[in-house]
């Protein structure tokens, strides 16, 4: 047969549905943990089955038509009606699982139940008897493990042979064998809608239909257009089932479903007695994770952690990230254990020597009398001399060492682009604008990607094994006092990676206001591409003080605390606490294959990015830095002249405040708006002509050149780009998500406001404490941020 | 009585879900319904980890307040 | 401009607006963490999301 198989995966969250998709159609898709993520349908082909298609449905409880998951789920699995169902089952939860299989199994489909992590089940020492389950819901109970790769494809095989059966024996319209789960008066009831809506429904599918009316399911009431006169009739036995046994119609349904599986339970499920009512690991790693006064400590530490490992002077981010820089995609770099001695110096000696030697002849020839080099990290003066015609006459002899002397010499892709275009004879101006200009912002922004491989792999690591369902509970006691969903805190951890589908996350909150909130402040905590900003700085400002990187994280947290409550008194924010329920997935070791996946997805999304985005921006503001307004190509002292330092300089002095009141300094910050991380490589392309011998300290001397106190102007800068509104594509969702033009301008200007208030008193505050003074803006810096405090801490009337 | 009442380690029989629409239809897909035996394997500040079956579930004292139980 | 100069030249500029036009059409990647397969193989940062309903 020729014709295509379509089979639905469905299955609680947690039940390893993603897994096992990933496993049946070689896919890579990610294994989301939250609700509102994971809201696309997914399909796959099954691996050695060209016609048979596997669609993944969202994670869900149950077939309601509440929630965004199981709209599309029911929506898929209702109309565009599949023709078998696979369905997977925690065989650790297995109770909880089952109530969705029995609406599954009501809708009348061929169905095969996969009873998942049977290896856990067995290690536990539990029974579960498949045959009595087969029994009760009509359907075939086969055991898997996902993880481990045993029975998976087999389900998925029994399940296409069924569905090719069902096609083949039974025509669409005949009374398939589904279970009855429900007590004698319900029962009867349903019988009786199903008699109305004979003829409406396909027959397969008609008990389903007949009890989501009996729920009162106005989706499906609407749909089914039942009469006025028919529903009233309808009613009349519902209410009669209502009033006999106490209680509404879908909580009779919901109660009665759990008595059901419970009966069953008894019959099928053997748990271990020795287990019972004992801790599991997962509960007591939650005992200190989850203590009342550990908890926030712990998750800060995990944090710190992380950031250390990036950012630290001597930690694995920086080193890889300086390697990167300098060596890899700069210069080059010495392959390790081949380095040896050359006349009894090594390769750093003699570079310092020649380094000297050419300070000395550059000063010499300038007339100076004394020559100086810079710490290359501070770009303090490390070492000054005085010079005469015989120091200047010896340093012109010193040569250049030629690094492959010293041992494998690996010479770096901007050298060789560099001599490639060189040999080729390409002019200077085009060689700066490949060397300089395009390669000069991507190598930047690439050179990042150690320290943000770092990040992306220990928030892999938290997701995957559950931690990061526990911070969204112990955030919950804090996030809940501005009638922030605890949901919301799902966006802001998405927002560690990128801030796009963050915003797009906060639709899974059904309060609007709730969901509002979190839009505006889930972009506070730094995403991927800010996180360069922050590994740049650190790296040239921050070397020694690597807990400003982590305190980047806590400020965006504290904004997103502090920025609710005063958005909550406002009267567009104002509204009651609302509840909160999350399932604790069990702890699990993540899979290698899994977090590697997890990482790899947003490297290489940030990779796409660099060449994408970053190319091409660099490649225009090379073009408005080398060219004048009637389009002349300047030469490099020349700058001054060109089109970008006139469009900086219009917008400078919006920044002046904030320490970096330069033409320069508005244009990194206004092209960050293209993508966080431009600012760096906009940074660098715009202060090239400050000397500097690494690949940063030329953006130390002009933080130094435009402030005197030019690490508190950096601090500023970062904050500000890291807290003002993300870039255009999640200003964009912003908008989109918000639903109208309105709230998105509330939300960027929220965001801007923010972002602008606190470089502002950082900035004018750190120099007053530095001792530079009180001026204008040290006293509007006080002002803002005393009204700040008063937006938070004032009382409103309820 | 409600859940919030409960204590870390205490067991309860659950009567009725009050409270939003929303959350009762949560709660009972979860679970949450008459009869069932919930224990309470974490608390703190009023927010609590509840053992439901062989799940865990994480309420915030507001849910639980929404939550009748009977002794056991 | 000698002539190796002006290939380059063309090419860097070629290659910078076919960058641009690909972000339009397909959407501007992102960090976003999900399989780039997902979304109709879009990066799931488009723009153009139609998979996922309200």
């Known amino acids: 047969m020729s014709k295509n198989v379509k089979i639905a995966l469905a299955g609680n969250p947690n039940s390893g549905k993603t897994t096992l998709f990933n496993a049946l159609t070689g896919s890579e898709q990610y294994v989301g943990n939250w609700p509102g993520v994971t809201v696309e349908k997914k399909d796959g082909i099954l691996a050695g089955h060209k016609e048979v298609v596997i669609q993944d449905l969202p994670g869900i409880y149950s077939l309601s038509p509440y929630s965004i998951e199981e709209k599309v789920s029911r929506r898929f699995l209702v109309e565009e009606g599949p023709d078998a169902i696979l369905n997977i089952v925690d065989g650790t939860n297995i109770e909880r699982n089952l109530y969705l299989s029995t609406q599954l199994a009501e809708l009348g489909l061929p169905m095969v139940m996969a009873v998942n992590m049977m290896d856990v089940v067995r290690k536990n020492g539990d029974k579960i008897d498949f045959e009595k389950i087969a029994r009760a819901l009509r359907c075939e109970v086969v055991g898997i493990s996902a993880l481990k790769n045993e029975g998976g494809l087999e389900a998925a095989e029994k399940v296409v042979e069924m569905a090719k059966k069902a096609v083949v024996e039974k025509g669409p319209g005949k009374l398939p064998d589904v279970p009855h789960v429900f007590s004698g008066s319900v029962e009867h009831a349903i019988a009786h809608i199903e008699e109305s809506i004979q003829g409406k429904v396909p027959l397969r599918s008609i008990r389903w239909y007949a009890i989501k009316i009996f729920e009162r399911d106005r989706e499906i009431i609407n749909k ?14 519902i209410r009669d089932c209502e009033k006999e046994i106490g209680d509404d119609a879908e909580s009779i349904i919901t109660s009665q479903r759990y008595d059901f599986i419970k009966r069953l339970m008894d019959k099928s499920l053997a748990l271990n007695e020795k287990r ?9 790693i939650d005992k200190i994770v989850t203590h009342r006064i550990l908890a926030l400590p712990i998750f800060i530490l995990s944090l710190c952690a992380m950031w250390f490992l990036a950012v630290a002077e001597k930690g694995p981010g920086t080193v890889l990230t300086d390697w990167a820089n300098d060596g890899f995609l700069g210069d080059g770099w010495h392959l390790p254990f081949t380095t040896h001695e050359v006349d009894g110096k090594d390769w750093e000696t003699a570079q310092g020597e020649f380094a000297k030697a050419e300070a000395t ?12 080099i810079e710490d290359e990290e501070t770009g303090e003066i490390a070492e ?13 002899e010193v040569e250049e060492p030629d690094p492959s002397k010293f041992g494998v010499w690996v010479p770096g892709i901007g050298a060789l682009i560099t001599s490639a275009l060189e040999k080729a004879g390409v002019s200077d101006t085009v060689k700066s604008l490949v060397v300089d200009g395009a390669w000069g912002g991507v190598a930047t922004v690439l050179g990042f990607v150690p320290v943000i491989f770092v990040v992306f792999l220990f ?47 906060a639709r899974a909150i059904e309060n609007e206001r709730a969901r509002r909130m979190t839009v505006i402040l889930s972009t506070f905590v730094p995403c991927g591409a800010k996180t360069v900003i922050i590994a740049m700085f650190a790296a040239l400002f921050f070397r020694e003080q690597w807990y400003v990187a982590a305190m980047m994280d806590v400020v965006g947290i504290a904004i997103i605390i502090l920025g609710g409550i005063a958005l909550k008194k406002t009267r567009f924010f104002a509204g009651e606490a609302s509840s909160f329920v999350l399932e604790l997935p069990a702890y699990h070791l993540p899979t290698i294959s899994g977090v590697w996946h997890h990482t790899w997805n947003r490297l290489k999304g940030y990779m796409l990015k660099a060449g994408l985005v970053i190319f091409p921006a660099c490649v225009f503001l090379w073009f408005v830095m080398h060219f004048d307004w009637s389009l002349n190509l300047l030469a490099d002292e020349e700058i001054e002249k060109s089109i970008l330092h006139d469009l900086g300089s219009w917008i400078a002095w919006i920044f002046e405040p904030l320490g970096f009141g330069s033409w320069q300094g508005a244009a990194a910050s206004v092209s960050a708006e293209i993508a966080k991380e431009q600012a760096t490589a906009t940074l660098k392309l715009v202060t090239v002509g400050m000397e ?27 904050v500000f780009n890291l807290f003002v509104p993300p870039c255009m594509v999640a200003i964009a969702v912003t908008f989109r998500e918000m639903g109208s033009q309105k709230w998105g301008w509330i939300a960027v200007g929220f965001q801007l406001f923010v972002g602008y208030a606190l470089a502002l008193s950082v900035y004018q505050l750190g120099v007053l404490i530095a001792g530079g003074g009180f001026g204008l803006w040290t006293a509007v810096a006080i002002l803002v941020d005393l009204f700040c405090l008063w937006a938070i801490v004032r009382r409103v009337k309820s | 009585m409600t859940l919030a009442e409960m204590k870390e380690g205490d067991r309860a029989r659950i009567v009725r879900v009050t409270g939003e629409e929303a959350v009762k239809r949560h709660l009972g897909a979860l679970g949450f319904v008459a009869g069932t035996i919930v224990r309470v394997v974490g608390e703190s500040y009023g927010n609590m980890i509840l ?8 309420v915030n004292d507001a849910t639980a307040k929404d939550v009748e139980v009977s002794n056991v | 401009m000698s002539v190796s100069s002006i290939v380059v030249l063309t090419l860097v500029l070629a290659l910078a607006v076919l960058a641009v036009w690909r972000n339009i059409k397909k959407g501007s990647p992102c960090e976003c963490g999900s399989s780039c397969k997902s979304c109709d193989g879009k990066c799931c940062c488009c723009e153009h999301d139609e998979s996922a309903e309200k």
């Open chain 1, 224 to 237: 089914l257009e039942i009469g006025v006169g028919e529903m009233k009739h309808i009613e009349e036995h």
């Open chain 1, 276 to 284: 019972k009512d004992k801790a599991t690991m997962s509960d007591k």
């Open chain 1, 361 to 372: 002849v550059a000063a010499w020839e300038a007339g100076e009398k004394k020559a100086s």
């Open chain 1, 384 to 396: 000054e001399w005085d010079i005469d015609e015989a120091a200047y006459n010896a340093a012109k």
């Open chain 1, 459 to 505: 928030l892999a690591f938290l997701e995957d094994c559950g931690y990061m369902a526990r911070v969204a509970f112990i955030m919950d006691r804090l996030l809940r006092r501005f009638g922030l969903s605890g949901k919301s805190f799902i966006p802001m951890l998405i927002g560690k990676g990128c801030g796009v589908p963050a915003v797009m996350a």
């Open chain 1, 692 to 718: 500097g011998v690494s690949s940063g300290a030329h953006i130390q001397n002009f933080f130094a050149a435009i402030s005197d106190f030019p690490k508190l102007a950096a601090l500023s800068f970062m």
């Open chain 2, 51 to 58: 053992a439901v079956h062989e799940s865990r579930i994480a």
